[in-house]
């Protein structure tokens, strides 16, 4: 049983919908993230957070709105999304310690999204 | 320079056999260099991984060899089984486990 809990496990929306995607890691970690993992292309990292703050943003489009009110909890909100943003949403988490810190990054099973 | 490129895509080996996946990069200056494991319906788990000031590691039948001059590093499974067939991905980063740059992966079928 992963650490790392995603829901809804799928998600089916149009383009002109608004929703969000919740995670939830139970690992006691100090560092979230976003990632996006698309058919046949390599996990895509979208937003890191370290003790709440962003602290990076690889250029994502503002239709993907992130939040983190504390070190459990990480939202992707979702607005005017377009059909290539349909794909598999992973969430991890990790215990940061620093530069050249190697702790491994836990992921969840992710949310299949896909956008009509 | 960011990315890292996995090979073969698609991998059948019999049972009992050996499965290898190569990475290479460019960027010289990642220094940590992790594989993930991935089965159908589940998130990635980390397998195993190297910091680039050692040649070899090895974890039960899963050993990755690195080759730091040729900027290549590969993941070998010994006496393959059917449990093993998974996505694997190969990724790397610099100064820490965080900012991971990922292969495209490696979908690995044992056959029994």
């Known amino acids: 049983e992963t650490g790392v809990t995603q829901t809804p496990r799928h998600l089916v929306m149009g383009m002109t919908n608004k929703k969000s995607l919740k995670c939830e890691q139970h690992?006691?970690?100090?560092?979230m993230y976003w990632y996006k993992q698309s058919a046949k292309k390599p996990l895509e990292l979208m937003f890191v957070y370290n003790f709440k703050e962003q602290t990076e943003n690889n250029s994502v489009p503002s239709r993907f709105s992130p939040e983190c009110p504390n070190s459990s909890h990480l939202f992707l909100h979702l607005h005017t999304l377009q059909p290539e943003d349909s794909a598999l949403y992973l969430c991890?988490?990790?215990?940061?310690?620093?530069?050249?810190?190697?702790?491994?990054?836990?992921f969840g099973d992710g949310t299949r999204l896909s956008i009509l | 320079q960011q990315q890292v490129k996995q090979s073969p895509q698609s991998l059948i080996v019999q049972k009992g056999g050996i499965s290898i996946i190569n990475c290479a990069y460019e960027n010289t200056a990642f220094d940590y260099f992790p594989w993930y494991q991935q089965f159908p319906g589940k998130g990635p788990a980390l397998l195993i991984a190297?910091?680039?000031?050692?040649s070899e590691k090895k974890e039960g039948r899963f050993t990755i060899s690195f080759n730091k001059s040729a900027k290549q590093f590969s993941l070998h499974i010994m006496d393959s089984q059917p449990g093993d067939s998974a996505t694997y991905f190969c990724a790397a980063s610099i100064g820490g486990a965080q900012k991971l740059v990922f292969g495209q992966g490696t979908r690995l079928t044992i056959n029994p």
């Open positions: 190297i910091r680039p000031d050692v």
């Open positions: 690992l006691g970690h100090n560092a």
């Open positions: 991890a988490s990790s215990q940061d310690q620093g530069r050249n810190s190697n702790q491994p990054q836990h």
